[in-house]
């Protein structure tokens, strides 16, 4: 594990197609919401920003999955996004998708990977 890395969540908070995990992230030298989901049981994280308008994806906080389980929805417009990926499925998407963040899943705990 890199030395740089930062401990967000152990691996049993974070429940397949269930409520994600908050966490903050350093963009541009500005603290930005990121969050992560288990999604056929791999862990993925995502910048909490929608791709189409200014605002965070969770319709209650940590609640990023639609009623189907199947994807990510945003609170403001309902548009869908893929869990596994973050490619916009529907809304006004003009090729913008979900800005990953780099973690890793190592000993039951899940870390974010350098931000640098």
């Known amino acids: 594990m890199a030395e740089d890395a930062r401990l ?4 049993r908070e ?6 994600g995990v908050r966490f903050v992230v350093e963009r541009e030298g500005r603290p930005v919401p990121a969050f992560l989901i288990r999604f056929h049981g791999q862990v993925h ?7 189409h308008v200014p605002a965070e994806l969770d319709w209650m906080p940590g609640e990023f ?4 389980k199947l994807y990510l ?12 990926s973050g490619q916009c ?3 006004r998407c003009q090729g913008k998708g979900l800005q ?3 973690v890793r899943e190592v000993d039951g705990m899940i870390w974010l990977e350098s931000e640098r």
């Open 8 to 11: 967000i969540c152990l691996s």
């Open 45 to 51: 994280a995502y910048l909490n920003e929608c791709g």
């Open 65 to 68: 999955f639609d009623h189907s």
């Open 14 to 19: 974070v429940v397949e197609a269930g409520r």
């Open 100 to 102: 990953p963040v780099m």
């Open 89 to 91: 499925l529907g809304g």
């Open 73 to 84: 929805i945003c609170s403001i417009h309902g548009a869908l996004y893929a869990p596994d």
